[in-house]
């Protein structure tokens, strides 16, 4: 039985918060949430018995407030890629609101800490698979922030804070409408539009799997002062990742090879067309060099140090999250 504890999620109503956070509470814990917003699993975690506070670690006094009495944080919570988000909102809130954040747990001598970062401080992996110890080369200013959190969380650990970094591949699994909606999406026809020739590659990572991660940095003595690389057993070549999606839904997708770098001029012209009137485009650089980005990575350190063993392959991850995207209406059976 594991020691019942205390714990603080920081973006704890979004997709991966709220899996931890179910995760949690199933294994006793006592926990505390902190998000700007709702979000699509609020009333679910907190009819579980999640304590949640809407506010922003971006507010020093609240994060203090929350930290006081807690076991263990896990900090989540984070800025994520927005098109026309100011600057100074990734910065405050993946910066400064993690130096708050630390600050609270150092002033209320808070046992333990897991930050979450991001595959992406390593940008596209020139030499694959990526370590923890391949260049730090971040692709834009979500990744750069991230990394600078990491840099805050460093500061600490030397002061003597117990503080682990994990740093995710690509999340996802029921419960996101994001990730991997459009790679079902435009496999349905059976015709796969791709951008180059499909031989860059993408590392998976299922929800379960993280959050088996998150839990084992949180708990293992191993893992302090330690950073990690998380990701399933396996990467993949774009063109077997949309055969396998293709799969899931039963169908026998053909894929159609496109030149790459008209597309990605187009997506420059778009975004620029939108920026000034506060827009979404509908295509933009950061999108479309999906097609281009190599993302694969070497997650041997954690498996060794902290007995990570991602249990979710690719086949069963895609199957929930198909059946969710079909049981919410984000895919057409």
Known sequence: MTEKKRILVTGGTGFTGSHLV????????????????????YQEIKDLGAEITI?????????????????????????????????????NVNVEGTRYLLE???????????????????????????????????????QYTKYEGEKVAQEFIKQGLKVSIVRPAAIYGPGDPERWVMLF???????????????ATYH????????????????????????????????????????ATGKTMGIDVQIMHLPFWPIRAVSVVVE??????????PI???????????????????????????????ETGLKRTYEWYIANGYVQK
């Open 104 to 142: 609270a747990a150092q002033h209320h001598n808070v046992e333990r800490f897991v930050y979450c970062s991001t595959c992406g401080v390593h940008g596209n992996v020139d030499n694959p698979p990526a370590n923890e110890q391949a260049p730090i080369t971040p692709a834009d200013y979500y």
């Open 185 to 199: 999406k435009n496999s349905a026809s059976g015709r796969f539009p791709m951008f180059g020739d499909g031989k």
């Open 272 to 281: 620029a067309a939108c920026k000034p009137f506060k827009i979404s485009p």
């Open 204 to 243: 998976p990572l299922y929800i379960d799997n993280l959050v088996d991660a998150l839990v084992l940095a949180g708990e293992k003595e191993e893992a302090i002062g330690q950073t990690y690389l998380i990701g399933d057993a396996k990467y993949y070549e774009l063109n077997d990742l949309v055969k």
């Open 284 to 314: 933009f650089p950061r999108r479309v060099d999906w097609f281009r980005q190599v993302r694969a990575f070497d997650i041997s350190k954690a498996q060794k140090e902290l007995g990570y063993a991602p249990k979710v392959d690719l």
């Open 22 to 41: 179910k995760r949690l509470i199933a294994d006793g814990h006592d926990v505390v949430v902190v998000d700007n917003q709702e979000g699509y699993f």
């Open 55 to 91: 506010g922003s670690v971006t507010d020093r006094d609240l994060m203090f407030k929350l930290a006081e009495g807690c076991d263990l944080i896990q900090h989540l919570a984070a800025a994520f890629r927005k098109i026309n988000l100011p600057k100074e909102v990734y910065w």
